[in-house]
C-alpha cells in the first residue's frame, strides 16, 4: 500500500540543484550586465549602450519566469497536498465504514430478485385471500399450493439477504423447503 504522505515528485537534492544552477544562472547575467555597463561606460558608443539594453532585458524575463515559475509551482504543490488530504479523508470514511459479512452489501441484482420475490408473496397472498374469501367454496389445494409458493418464495429470499443460511442445509432442525413454483 503506498503511503498517502510522499511529498513532492522532486526529491530534495533535485531541487536544491535547480535552485543552484538559477543561482548560477542568475549570477551569469548579472555579471554579463555588469561587464557590458563597463565596457559601454568605456567605449562610449551607441553598439555598447545597446548590449547593456539587451543583457538587461534578458536579466528582467528571466526573473519575471523564475518568479512565475515558482508560483505556479507553490500552487500546484497547493493542489496535490489538498488532494492528498482529500484523498487520506476518503480513504479514511472508507475504512471505518466497512460492512461484515452479514450486511447487505447493496448488490443491484440481489435486490431486484428480492423485489421480484416480494411480489411473488404478494400475488400468492392475494390469492389465498380471494379463496379464503368464498368460504365454503374455497379451493383447498389452491390455498395449499399458493401457502407453499410463500414458503418457499420467503426461504429462497432469505437465503439471498444472508448466504450462510442456505446450500439446502438442514439449521436448527428445520428441513429445506422443496416443491413446485406455481404461476
Known sequence: MQS???SS???PASRAAAGLGSKITFAVMITVLLVAIVFAANQNDVIG???VAVSAGWLILATVVV???RRGARAVNNQVKNAQATF???HAQRAGSTTTASEPQGDPMRDSKLDHSFKIVEVQTRVVTEELNKGADADQAMIGRALETIAMTSSNARDMI???RGQNSTKDGEDPISGD???
Open 4 to 6: 498517502v504522505e510522499s
Open 9 to 11: 515528485p522532486a526529491s
Open 49 to 51: 549602450w545597446l548590449v
Open 67 to 69: 518568479l512565475f515559475v
Open 88 to 90: 487520506a479523508a476518503q
Open 162 to 164: 444472508n448466504p450462510q
Open 181 to 183: 413454483v406455481i404461476n
